[in-house]
């Protein structure tokens, strides 16, 4: 069974920075591209990065450029996103999210979802 | 920002069929294949429909995905309580280099 558990949210205040971590297991997490995926309260899904099954490619979106990294560590099974420069707007639940493709592309789905970590930015 | 966009809500009564469209450009949706993913209340977005038009496992025949052009769609038929939901287009966006939703709908069953 494919799981995806997410860790490291928490309240932090505006300038500050988080790092959040998603656990994988149930499938060979080398073969796969991975995402974050934001939730703000309310509000629709916001894809935030991704990052192909080598960590070869790795893209962002613009409201994340700059302030957010993402890496992954295919010998622990594990998928990282580091905030810096946290904002008011970054408060959100984030998924962690496994694209069933090695790279991000044409046919790409975002085949398997975590429960998300809630992240509280203070202003 | 989204770049897809819906309407955001439907409603209809039990057994009745909703539609929900979803609007994009030639960079996603006129070039990619289109995913639809159901949120249930308090819960995280699954898989309904991909590459277009079809079903995961598990998901009945109630649910249909078609493409057109820029635009794609979602029918639900047989309209149930438990359908209540919001519902998310996506795609890959060959511009942006990015995945892509849409602004959601909210399902509501009368």
């Known amino acids: 069974e494919v799981q995806l558990v997410e860790s490291g949210g928490g309240l932090v205040k505006s300038g500050g920075s988080l790092r959040l971590s998603c656990a994988a297991s149930?499938?060979?997490?080398?073969?796969?591209?991975l995402n974050w995926v934001r939730q703000a309260p309310g509000k629709g899904l916001e894809w935030v990065s991704s990052?192909?099954?080598?960590?070869?490619?790795?893209y962002y979106a613009d409201s994340v450029k700059g302030r957010f990294t993402i890496s992954r560590d295919n010998a622990e099974n594990s998928l990282y996103l580091q905030m810096n420069s946290l904002r008011a707007e970054d408060t959100a639940v984030y998924y962690c999210?496994?694209?069933?493709?090695?790279?991000?592309?044409?046919?790409?789905?975002?085949?398997?979802w975590g429960q998300g970590t809630l992240v509280s930015v203070s202003s | 920002q989204s770049v897809l966009t819906q309407a955001p809500s439907a409603s209809g009564t039990p057994g009745q069929r909703v539609t929900i469209s979803c609007s994009g450009s030639s960079s996603n949706i006129g070039s990619n294949t289109v995913n639809w993913y159901q949120q249930l209340p308090g819960t995280a977005p699954k898989v309904l429909i991909y590459r277009n038009n079809e079903r995961p496992s598990g998901i009945p025949d109630r649910f249909s995905g078609s493409k057109s052009g820029t635009s794609a769609s979602l029918a639900i038929s047989g309209l149930q309580s438990g359908d209540e939901a919001d519902y998310y287009c996506?795609?890959?966006?060959?511009?942006?280099?990015?995945?892509?939703f849409g602004t959601g709908t909210q399902v509501t069953v009368l």
């Open positions: 996506a795609a890959w966006d060959d511009s942006l280099n990015a995945h892509v």
């Open positions: 999210v496994r694209d069933h493709l090695r790279r991000p592309g044409s046919l790409s789905l975002l085949d398997y």
């Open positions: 149930g499938f060979t997490f080398r073969s796969y591209s």
């Open positions: 990052i192909s099954s080598d960590g070869s490619y790795i």
